[in-house]
């Protein structure tokens, strides 16, 4: 597509349940990255991808979270047991190649809203 | 660890008005420094980057420039509008190690340009 793409737009679930979080990047661009954006945190980096390897995960919140790439394209960021401060909204960027990223801007997708009861 | 601080958190101005907007960053070795733009219940857009070797980009009515050694950029926009509405983000991008590409983000200034 045009640029990234995340599914679900919202989600609502209730405590405790697992939930999963979708990212279709833009098409070729084999660096993805998850990031969250919440009112008392601002925006942190959670993990990203180098094509289907994950290089850093040191800014997964717990080991409730958890994400995989496969073909080097569409990424899935899992939580499972979610807890009510797990609510935020939850952002995926992509670039071409870490080769790249001296002059290449990551391109958002917008965010898929995760609200916990 | 990187810390990225944005003054002022949020700014009100009349339309017209030439604007400033500050970032500071704690450690200098970054790949490049970005501004992005954000809308209420959307994305980023990224609107200027500029490489560690530079010094400062422009684009339209938006000019962004790079002090690496002192950790500060500014973002200056001209004669602002109604549109210019937005939350704005800067963000230090990595370069070391396992960490490259990692972006760390400011709180972001909210702006309201009012017609």
């Known amino acids: 597509g045009a640029g990234v793409s995340q599914s679900p737009s919202n989600k609502v679930t209730e405590k405790g349940k697992d939930v999963e979080l979708r990212c279709d990047p833009i098409?070729?661009?084999?660096?993805l990255y998850w990031y969250r954006q919440s009112l008392g945190q601002g925006l942190e980096f959670l993990i990203y991808?180098?094509?289907?390897?994950?290089?850093?995960k040191s800014g997964l919140p717990s080991d409730r979270f958890s994400a995989e790439r496969t073909g080097g394209s569409v990424s899935t960021l899992t939580i499972q047991r979610t807890q009510q401060e797990d609510s935020a909204v939850y952002l995926c960027?992509?670039?071409?190649?870490?080769?790249?990223?001296?002059?290449?801007?990551?391109?958002f997708g917008d965010g898929t809203r995760l609200s916990i009861l | 660890k990187q810390e990225v601080t944005q003054i002022p958190a949020a700014l009100s101005v009349p339309e017209g008005e030439n604007l400033v907007l500050n970032c500071s960053f704690t450690?200098?070795?970054?790949?490049?420094l970005q501004w992005f733009r954000q809308d209420p219940g959307k994305g980023l857009t990224s609107l200027l980057l500029?490489?560690?070797?530079?010094r400062e980009q422009t684009s339209g009515r938006l000019n962004a420039s790079l002090d690496k050694s002192s950790g500060r950029s500014t973002l200056y926009i001209a004669a602002s509008q109604p549109g210019d509405s937005a939350t704005y983000l800067c963000?230090?991008?990595?370069?070391?190690?396992?960490?490259?590409?990692?972006?760390?983000f400011g709180r972001g200034t909210q702006l309201t340009v009012w017609p």
């Open positions: 450690d200098s070795a970054i790949y490049n």
């Open positions: 963000a230090s991008c990595e370069d070391r190690g396992s960490t490259l590409g990692r972006l760390y």
């Open positions: 991808f180098q094509g289907n390897s994950a290089p850093d």
């Open positions: 098409s070729g661009h084999t660096a």
């Open positions: 500029i490489q560690s070797s530079q």
């Open positions: 960027a992509s670039s071409p190649t870490l080769s790249t990223i001296s002059n290449q801007p990551q391109h």
